[in-house]
């Protein structure tokens, strides 16, 4: 199978079920987006402190993929052969964080990112999030969205917070706390 294909030459993109749009189309940002956390995962992974953690990360990979497919398709006949978005993942993410919580001091202080790399790669996945999450936002104003997205990609940043600090808790690294410095 070849990789690529000239389709995009001029500036669009396919959906699934063939429309073609714009590269810069709102669903193809927020899809796009996603992409672009679920690769970021995958670097935010390889850190050995998560070897433990790999089964949960990677549902939360491949869940991103399906959010990215349904995101990609407008076609209802095309999105009844979708994989099903899992309807326990809310619930899933509450709980780990749960445990996590029982795990690391209790939180004081707003954070700044940083402080071992890790946990600014963690930093760095919740961010993209955030934008992931506002770019289905904004989709969701003009075309019909499933809510469940928006609430994953919520709770989602939320665990990657979380993650954040388990991986200074993990690596024994102080959490940066934000201190405004009057002059």
Request: proline share 4%; charged share 30%.
């Amino acid at each position: 199978m070849r990789i690529y294909t000239r389709n995009g030459d001029d500036g669009t993109t396919g959906l699934f079920g063939g429309n073609r749009v714009p590269k810069d189309d709102l669903r193809i940002e927020s899809y796009g987006t996603v992409d672009e956390l679920n690769a970021f995962l995958g670097r935010l992974i390889e850190h050995p402190e998560l070897n433990d953690e790999l089964k949960f990360f990677r549902g939360i990979q491949a869940e991103l993929f399906s959010i990215g497919s349904h995101l990609a398709t407008v076609e209802d006949k095309m999105q009844a052969m979708l994989p099903k978005l899992n309807p326990n993942s809310i619930s899933e993410f509450e709980n780990w964080m749960d445990l996590v919580h029982e795990k690391v001091p209790p939180l004081k202080n707003f954070l700044l990112p940083g402080g071992h790399p890790s946990v600014a790669d963690a930093h760095i996945a919740r961010s993209i999030c955030r934008r992931a999450e506002r770019r289905v936002v904004a989709l969701s104003r003009v075309e019909t969205v499933d809510i469940e997205i928006i609430k994953y990609l919520n709770r989602l940043s939320d665990v990657l917070f979380t993650t954040a600090r388990l991986l200074s808790f993990l690596t024994k690294t102080d959490e940066i706390t934000w201190k405004v410095e009057n002059d």
